[in-house]
């Protein structure tokens, strides 16, 4: 077995089922994406709008496509005709956009919407007020052509492993709360990468998105 798929092995072998590896290839080449591919991964995260529809017309048709990076309106039209999941909607002003370019596409997109929780101002994301703000004014829902199935979050950089839990767990307690009160259909929680993702598993996640633990490091 090569690097990648050993890696692969590895951490499968370490995720609960039920739990879904979005492999983050952005940064790394066609080869790389193939070798993982080979080793029977489907699910590929990708942080730039471009690279990602690069990727897609290069690569097998059978893989699923996740956008996991922040998203500028002037660049959905790129992935809006492919992409499985959006992850990363954090304003009003995305959603609306993703609706119009969904509509143009002839698709409903799944998403997720981007809770901040990290300590760090520069991550994106709404906060929960705000968010829930939206929710119970039924803004959200009244997007036809977006359909919000859960919440993605980023902890803190951080070697304060106690609080990287604190922050997945408001994560997971807000994506309960929302799903209980204006979501039920909600089903996915989006947390952990390289870093952290064993304590998002033990503190709720559906889905982990990881990179350099399976690729290396990126050469930006
Ligand atoms: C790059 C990235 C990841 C993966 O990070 P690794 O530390 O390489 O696993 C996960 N989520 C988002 C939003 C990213 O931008």
């Known amino acids: 077995m090569g690097r990648i798929a050993d890696n692969l092995a590895r951490i499968r072998e370490t995720l609960p089922a039920g739990v879904t590896l979005v492999a983050v290839s952005k940064f790394h080449p066609a080869e790389a994406l193939m070798e993982a591919y080979g080793a029977g991964q489907r699910v590929f995260g990708e942080s730039r709008p471009q690279e990602l ?58 998403v997720l919407l981007q809770l901040h929780v990290a300590q760090e101002e520069t991550k994106f994301g709404w906060d929960a007020a705000e968010l829930e703000h939206f929710l119970q004014e039924k803004i959200l829902m009244r997007l036809e052509h977006i359909r919000v199935r859960g ?4 902890a803190s950089l951080t070697d304060d492993m ?59």
């Open 53 to 110: 529809a690069a990727k897609y017309r290069e690569l097998p048709k059978d893989i699923e496509w996740h956008m996991i990076g922040h998203l500028q309106t002037n660049k959905i039209k790129y992935i809006a005709p492919f992409v499985s999941l959006i992850h990363s909607v954090d304003s009003l002003k995305l959603a609306e956009a993703i609706d119009k370019e969904a509509a143009k596409a002839g698709r409903v997109l799944d």
């Open 151 to 154: 919440l993605m979050g980023m």
């Open 162 to 220: 106690s609080q990287v839990r604190d922050e997945f767990r408001t994560l997971r307690h807000a994506f309960e709360a929302f799903r209980e009160k204006y979501l039920p259909e909600m089903d996915i929680l989006s947390m952990g990468m390289s870093g952290d993702y064993p304590l998002a598993v033990e503190e709720g996640a559906t889905m982990v998105r990881i990179g350099s633990s399976i690729f290396g490091a990126r050469a930006y």
